[in-house]
């Protein structure tokens, strides 16, 4: 009686609204810099939020905001108590709540990325927050990691393996972690990178760009540009180096 | 229902409230909490002064959702209001229920003026809005929808927290208590991630405030309830003291059912948790929100 | 240690008021000016007042009352010569003091006591009503001192209910001498003095050009965002300068004593009330 709230955010079907990415992995392993790399690829054709969660508060925010590659008040910045696992599994409201603050403030927009603090190899997005998202691994974490999997490799939508370019510094060999990847992850996709030395993603771009595309195919969300076919995370993409 | 309110209280429940300190976090910086034992006296603190306060506004809370469900569900009704439709009072109660979007409001407005800090507020109200927002898909209720609808920015948390207990089926008394409940366990558990402390030591804590979480929950909700507080005259001695030709017409307005006894409800100031939560948004490094 | 009653006097009541209107020229004039012992009013000023204390305490079982009505566009200043001293009484009842001030549109309130300092064995309350008219200027300063020199003190609880217009200002309830509240670090941490001042109407202090914290909601989103924050309140040492919700400021602060207290305060009055 009388109340004016809207509840199509709260719908899980993710009727006529963004996308929600998440991007989650280790400490350290260019995850905020991928972030960097997506709002510069997709800023120019795609409506853009950015939430970010890192322990240190408004560090990663920060670094976006000076990194110039979205307007600042489409980043907004949440604090997980020292919990960052919690904040993108167990207890979302946090992050729904700043998502939904980015699409009322902004919106309508495609795609939002929700990027999670540095965890471990265990951390997932829950699926009531995140409509598909990707696991960032880098090379310096040595070559065994993807064979050990744990549920943010084997289960993204898509694996980044980044700092590709310190592999041969730290003993790493790339074929040996493709391969272990693949094992463990069913046939969805991987993705190798160097986001410092090439200067971005463009095959993550690319990626996300097709997800969003299918999404909206799915979802009948308004929207100004023409459906791409493109992959949506459902194994089309091979395991590929990102290299243009 | 003993088992909502142990859903509602569960540090469990996804509503956010995971990443509040409580002014543990600001605390810890200061050097003023260092382990467990100026950690019970900040808890034993906290839970006497913003615990007493919540848990009495929570329990406000949780008797004006109880009577919005009253009113929305004609099958519920209590006696006292068929008895008075029985009297020509039409299907409604007598005079209609009171707005519940401006008593949600009125209430709010008693939080607000109980939380003198601004980054006070801002927690409570942020605490509150998640709260509301998870609440309402778990015990779908006109509760919860009516405060949505009259606090959209989000109610303050212990407000939400006595709506959320009445749509779950608890009464006032158990909303006073998740909300004393909830005054201390999630500081404890801040000071526990932040300090590296036993955390077995600090259930002990816990444990030992076991007794006063009841005393004060029961504190309050006396004081919440318009037929006892008006028994007890300790409870709300100050609108009234004596007499005296000093009543308040500000303070007793009749228009709304609760207002007067909200007006009376405790008050009791932490100075330094304000301090402790303005200095928190003001440091560099924050791991929790407040 | 509990201190012994100074005087073998019963316990006392009293009603005091004093109350303003306009008179010739728009000027304040005191229209009623009632002592009633020990609470004696003397005028010091064309719209000042001193309240003399004519006894000691207030003591166990006393119950004071002061009225004060402040009319539409006049002005009055309260203060006090001296310290308050609360000891205990012949009786185990409180002593009480109850004060309650109306001020009108337009009208101008200063009540600036002197500090209420807790005997050791003392039991008192406090309650202050304020009932305000929403362009009403009030400052109003509250003091309390935890027991004399090396004196651990007894037992108070000050409650101050300020309203605008039938809307809550501020309720706050300062509670001294409950073993709860002692040395912990969330109430009064180390401090043996705690002091507010609520200041409305003074127009200087850019928080008080809002009313509520105000949506939209987003502003209440972002803790951690600082370009998004409303309202936010000044910190100083052991004080803090605090944007109420409703159209005023609460001066807050802590400290090791009486002349501390008065200095941090009248830091945060400056920036409250220029």
Not at chain 1, 44 to 60: A, H, Q, W
Not at chain 1, 130 to 158: E, H, N, Y
Not at chain 2, 194 to 215: I, K, Q
Not at chain 3, 234 to 239: H, I, M
């Amino acid at each position: 009686m009388g109340a004016h709230h809207d509840d199509r955010h709260d719908a899980p079907d993710g009727h006529d609204r963004a996308l929600r990415l998440g991007i989650g992995g280790p400490v350290g392993s260019g995850k905020t810099a991928l972030v960097a790399a997506l709002c510069r690829g997709l800023g120019p054709s795609m409506r853009l939020g950015v939430v970010t969660n890192d322990i240190y508060t408004t560090e990663d925010a920060d670094f976006l905001r000076r990194a110039g590659v979205l307007d600042p008040e489409r980043i907004l910045a949440v604090q997980t108590g020292c919990c960052p696992h919690t904040a993108i599994r167990d207890d979302i409201a946090a992050n729904l709540d700043a998502v939904e603050i980015l699409e009322e403030r902004f919106g309508p927009l495609d795609l939002v990325i929700v990027e999670s603090g540095g965890d471990n190899l265990t951390a997932t997005f829950s699926r009531g927050l995140a409509d598909a998202q990707i696991f960032v691994l880098d090379v310096s974490g040595g070559d065994k990691v993807p064979r050990k999997g744990g549920p943010g490799v084997t289960t993204a939508d898509l694996l980044v393996v980044n700092k590709t370019d310190l592999a041969p510094l730290v003993g790493a060999d790339l074929a040996v972690m493709a391969r272990d990847a693949q094992a463990v992850r069913e046939g969805r996709p991987v993705l190798f990178t160097s986001i410092r030395e090439d200067g971005g993603a463009p095959g993550v771009a690319e990626w996300v760009s097709g997800v969003v595309h299918s999404w909206r195919h799915r979802h009948g969300h308004a929207h100004d540009h023409a459906d791409g076919p493109g992959p949506d995370g459902s194994g089309e993409i091979p395991v590929t180096v990102d290299r243009a | 229902m003993d088992a909502a309110l142990l859903l509602l209280a569960d540090s469990r429940l996804p509503a956010g409230g995971h990443a509040h300190s409580g002014g543990v976090e600001e605390a810890v910086r200061v050097g003023a909490v260092t382990g467990p034992d100026d950690l019970a006296r900040f808890l034993r603190g906290r839970l006497a002064t913003a615990g007493l306060v919540a848990a009495a506004l929570a329990a406000a809370a949780c008797e004006l959702g109880s009577s919005v469900i009253d009113a929305a569900a004609p099958a519920r009704r209590r006696p006292a209001d068929l008895a008075s439709e029985s009297t020509g009072g039409g299907p409604e109660r007598t005079g209609g229920p009171p707005e519940p979007i401006a008593l949600w409001r009125r209430l709010d407005a008693e939080a607000d003026a109980r939380t003198s800090s601004p980054a006070q507020r801002e927690a409570a109200r942020t605490q509150g809005r998640l709260l509301v927002r998870t609440a309402r898909r778990i015990w779908p209720s006109p509760v919860l929808e009516t405060l949505a609808g009259a606090v959209p920015e989000g109610a303050h948390h212990p407000i939400a927290l006595g709506a959320a207990a009445a749509a779950a089926g608890c009464d006032p008394g158990q909303a006073a208590l998740a909300a004393t409940y909830s005054s201390v366990t999630g500081p404890a558990t801040a000071a526990v991630r932040l300090l590296g402390l036993d955390p077995v030591t600090v259930h002990r804590l816990l444990a030992d405030l076991a007794p006063s979480l009841d005393e004060t929950a029961r504190a309050a909700h006396t004081a919440a309830r318009p037929e006892r507080g008006a028994a007890d005259p300790e409870s709300r001695w100050t609108p009234h003291p004596d007499g005296e030709g000093t009543a308040d017409p500000d303070l007793a307005d009749p228009g709304f059912a609760g207002d007067a006894w909200w007006a009376a409800l405790p008050a009791a100031a932490a100075p330094a948790l304000d301090l402790l939560a303005e200095n928190h948004l003001k440091a560099g490094t924050r791991l929790f929100v407040s | 240690m509990t201190a012994p009653p100074l005087d073998t006097r019963s316990s006392v009541r009293a009603h005091a008021a004093i109350r303003t209107e306009r008179g010739p020229g728009g000027r304040t004039r005191l229209e009623t000016l009632r002592s009633d012992p020990p609470l004696t009013l003397r005028q010091t000023g064309p719209d000042v007042v001193h309240l003399v204390s004519t006894a000691a305490g207030p003591l166990g079982g006393d119950r004071l009352v002061l009225d004060v009505a402040v009319a539409p566009g006049t002005t009055l200043e309260v203060r006090s010569i001296a310290s308050t001293l609360v000891l205990p009484g012949p009786c185990a009842a409180d002593s009480v003091m109850l004060v309650t001030a109306r001020v009108g549109a337009g009208a101008s309130l200063r009540f600036v006591p002197e500090p209420t300092v807790l005997a050791a064995g003392c039991s008192h309350r406090v309650a202050v009503r304020l009932s305000l008219a929403r362009d009403a200027a009030v400052f109003w300063r509250e003091e309390i001192v935890f027991g004399r020199h090396g004196e651990r003190p007894g037992r108070c609880r000050s409650r101050f209910d300020a309203v605008v217009d039938g809307t809550p200002l501020l309720r706050q309830e300062l509670v001294v001498g409950e073993p709860a509240m002692d040395g912990s670090p969330a109430v009064y941490g180390t401090a043996r003095c705690v002091g507010s001042t609520l200041v409305t109407g003074y127009g200087a202090f850019p928080a008080m050009h809002n009313h509520g914290d105000g949506p939209p909601r987003g502003e209440h989103a972002q803790a951690g965002a600082p370009e998004s924050a409303p309202r936010r309140a000044v910190l100083g040492d052991g004080c803090a300068v605090l944007p109420l919700a409703g159209p005023g400021v609460l001066v807050s602060a802590l400290a090791d004593d009486a002349v501390q207290l008065r200095e941090r305060l009248q830091w945060g009055e400056a920036l409250a009330a220029p």
